[in-house]
């Protein structure tokens, strides 16, 4: 990257799939971005479901699910690597005494925003027991860019970016958050249609 570029950081934004985005993991997607820097982007889909409840997840891993709030959640396709590994998006739990960036968590990545990433199972063991997050999302694998690998998207005109609202993360139905992501920007779906203005 030459010295003079003006490096971005997208931590904590959501990137919206452009309307012509025709990849099967991407196409309609909004990724939360857990982390961007020079080396690359980590980031979680928020609205593809799979077909596994979190019930049946929990389950798999000999865990109850002691949370009627999440009882009929979905864990959703994250991104095409790593599908076999659980990620969970979640609001901060404060320690008392703790550190800043100290979490409740074993391993667990703070977003500058106000957001946790958590990918040990000591976070699904507080949710079967009826503790944990308030407000968790779920997923199976997650979406990554190598160096200038997104930067390279964004100026193809891939992307759209909008800072995040952790409301439309946790508070919005799956299928209404595409819509509502690009209502951040003002806009709607049909006024980006690869078909729009054509005579």
Not at 162 to 167: E, H, W
Request: charged share 20%; net charge negative.
């Amino acid at each position: 990257m030459p010295a003079d570029s003006v490096s971005i950081n997208l931590t904590h934004h959501f990137l919206i799939a452009m309307p012509g985005l025709e990849d099967e993991s991407f196409s309609r997607s909004v990724v939360y971005l857990c982390e961007h820097n020079e080396r690359g982007a980590l980031g979680l889909i928020i609205n593809k479901t799979s077909t596994l409840t979190l019930q049946a997840l929990l389950h798999k891993i000999d865990l109850p699910l002691g949370r009627q709030d999440l009882q009929d959640d979905l864990v959703l396709r994250g991104g095409p690597v790593q599908t076999d590994r659980g990620f969970v998006l979640h609001d901060p739990i404060i320690i008392e005494g703790a550190k800043d960036d100290e979490s409740a968590y074993a391993s667990t990545m703070t977003i500058p925003g106000g957001l946790e990433m958590t990918t040990s199972k000591d976070v699904l063991e507080a949710i079967a027991h009826g503790a944990g997050p308030r407000r968790v999302l779920v997923t199976l694998g997650y979406a990554s860019w190598g160096e200038g690998q997104l930067e390279s998207e964004l100026g193809e005109n891939t992307w759209l970016t909008v800072d995040a609202d952790p409301q439309v993360i946790f508070e919005t139905p799956v299928e209404e958050r595409y819509n509502k992501a690009m209502g951040l920007l003002g806009l709607q779906p049909w006024m980006l249609s690869p078909d729009a203005g054509r005579a």
